[in-house]
């Protein structure tokens, strides 16, 4: 379906983002911070997977891929299910991480998205997902929110590594 094959594809797009900004990044370069407070590469690729292996874990019903030993290897000091949303300075400074670590879990949520968007129909884009917000959420608006915000995410890291790359 070709609905389908396009959000497959922007999805894909947001994973080649991801590997170009984590390649070859130590975790002193995935910690560096912008006028020391500003969100760093680590914390943004680590909240951008953590929205999507969210949103998609809760419109597919299934587990998120975060809660199948991701978060003890990452070993944060955060809450089990803490995506990032309205971080303090003090929260986005305490995800460290490894490029590794990082592109490993984003891998597995890329697949886990791609499984799921490959077992959809066209009517399954129509439900209603969300029903806290007005209008009702669709699952085709909930898809195109986390394509949206992820992209962003995405773009905030390249900048941030682009900032990186001048300071050394």
Same mark, same amino acid.
């Given at each position: 379906?070709?609905?389908?094959?396009?959000?497959?594809?922007?999805?894909?797009?947001?994973?080649?983002?991801?590997?170009?900004?984590?390649?070859? /990044?130590?975790?002193?370069?995935?910690?560096?911070?912008?006028?020391?407070?500003?969100?760093?590469?680590?914390?943004?690729?680590? *909240?951008?997977?953590?929205?999507?292996?969210?949103?998609?874990?809760?419109?597919?019903?299934?587990?998120?891929?975060?809660?199948?030993?991701?978060?003890?290897?990452?070993? /944060?000091?955060?809450?089990?299910?803490?995506? =990032?949303?309205?971080?303090?300075?003090?929260?986005?400074?305490?995800?460290?991480?490894?490029?590794?670590?990082?592109? =490993?879990?984003?891998?597995?949520? *890329?697949?886990?998205?791609?499984?799921?968007?490959?077992?959809?129909?066209?009517?399954?884009?129509?439900?209603?997902?969300?029903?806290?917000?007005?209008?009702?959420?669709?699952?085709?608006?909930?898809?195109?929110?986390?394509?949206?915000?992820?992209?962003? *995410?995405?773009?905030?890291?390249?900048?941030?590594?682009?900032?990186?790359?001048?300071?050394?």
């Amino acid at each position: 379906m070709v609905a389908n094959t396009l959000l497959v594809d922007a999805f894909g797009r947001i994973q080649e983002v991801v590997h170009q900004v984590l390649k070859d /990044l130590s975790q002193e370069d995935l910690a560096f911070r912008p006028n020391g407070t500003a969100n760093s590469i680590g914390w943004l690729v680590w *909240h951008l997977t953590r929205v999507q292996d969210d949103h998609i874990a809760d419109v597919a019903h299934t587990k998120q891929v975060w809660h199948t030993g991701w978060s003890q290897r990452f070993a /944060l000091s955060l809450g089990a299910d803490d995506t =990032g949303y309205g971080h303090s300075s003090n929260e986005v400074a305490a995800v460290k991480t490894s490029a590794d670590l990082l592109l =490993g879990y984003y891998d597995a949520v *890329h697949t886990a998205t791609v499984n799921y968007l490959q077992s959809l129909k066209d009517e399954d884009y129509a439900k209603v997902v969300d029903t806290r917000w007005d209008p009702p959420v669709t699952l085709e608006a909930r898809l195109v929110s986390v394509i949206t915000d992820d992209l962003q *995410h995405a773009g905030q890291a390249a900048y941030v590594r682009g900032l990186l790359s001048n300071r050394k």
